[in-house]
Every structure is written in structure tokens, then in C-alpha cells.
């Protein structure tokens, strides 16, 4: 069984719909958006659960876990609040490091049956520097050393963290244009990734036997 986080983003939308049309049984985890999680539930009936999951509340977490077998976990949920260094408060900028490098973190902690665990980071983790989105950025990057240590901890795990470059989904798409247009050209990026081809690189980690602790960087289509 699959558990997906942020099920109802773009992102996490196509992922469901992928794993599910390879023949996995799937949980969509929600927080907000139910009616685009019952959206998908109306599309595929068979073989998928739709959950709410607040991944930052520890006990939220632990009965989902307790709940489930999951083979698979999938931590794609994440938040951002850009704003400018002088006008993001201390609370917001806590608040998007809790979401992202918190959350990810009790996930993997209480998936202790699950065989692979994917966490979805970005770029932005690695290369971005932006007076915006700081907090993003620091929680992102912090995904990626969990990960390293996550997978020195369980060797018998497979864990993985993926840092795609940007992708067309809804959030990006509301994006400053400006803004979205410098980061393109900073990164040399010549167009928007497809999220079905971000998403089906997600999926073929799976008995792909990459090392454990591996980062998987998307930026181009191969």
C-alpha cells in the first residue's frame, strides 16, 4: 500500500493516478482540499483511501500508521508563505519549517513497516537563494540532509529524497511571472517540467535498487 501526503496538490494528484494505474492500492493524504481529493475518488473507486492527515500533528500521524500497512511512503506535502525577509515574522517563518521539514520528519518516523520512503524536496534546496523564500529554501534543504541520515540509520530501507527543478503545477502557475521568469534564467531552464514526467521519475524509484540516501535531481526531461 501506497501513502501519499499533499495528495491533493498537482503533484500529488498525478502520483496518486500513477500508482494507482500501475496496480498499487493508494492513500491520498488531505489537509485542505477534500473536494479535490473526493474529485479523484470519483475517478478511480477501486483500490484507493482517501485520509486526512495533519503531518505535523505527531498523533494524527502515529494512528495512521497504526491504522495502515504502508510498503510505500511518499512525503510530498509542503507549504510556502514568500515574503520579503523584513516583512516574514518569526511565527510564519517557523510555521513552513515545521510543515516541511517537521512533518517529513514524524512521517518517516512512525513508517517503520514501509519499505521505500520518498521525500519530495526541490531544487530550491540546493541552488536557490531568494530573499522570499528563505524558509522554504532552509526547510528544503534540511529534507536533504534528513534524508542522508535517515537512510544511515535504517538499512533496511530504501529512502530517497527528489529535488525537481520547477514544475507546471497551480501553485507555480500563480506565481509573480517576474519573478518566476529570473528563476528560469538563473537555472538555465528553459520551460516548466511536465508533472506527469516528474511524477512517473518518482514512480520508477521503485525497485529501481538506486543507494539508499541518494538524491535524485529532475530539472530536464531525458
Known sequence: MVLITGGTSTLGTALVKIFLENGYSVIL????????????????????ILEYIDITDEDCVK????????????????????????????????????VNLGGTYLMCKYAIDAKYIINISSKDGIDTYSPISLDYSSSKAGIINLTKNLSLYYKDKYIYVVCPAWINTSSVKEMNPIYLKEELKRTNQKELLD????????????????????VIIIDEKK
Open 29 to 48: 493524504g488531505y489537509y485542505k482540499h477534500l473536494d479535490i481529493a473526493e474529485k479523484v475518488k470519483s475517478e478511480y473507486k477501486d483500490n484507493l
Open 195 to 214: 508533472v506527469n514526467y516528474v511524477g512517473e521519475q518518482i514512480y520508477e524509484l521503485i525497485n529501481s535498487n538506486k543507494e539508499s540516501g541518494s
Open 63 to 98: 494512528n495512521i500508521f497504526n491504522k495502515y500497512d504502508i510498503d510505500i511512503l511518499i512525503n510530498n506535502a509542503a507549504k510556502s508563505l514568500d515574503n520579503y525577509i523584513e516583512n516574514k515574522s518569526f511565527l510564519e517563518f517557523m510555521y513552513v519549517v515545521k
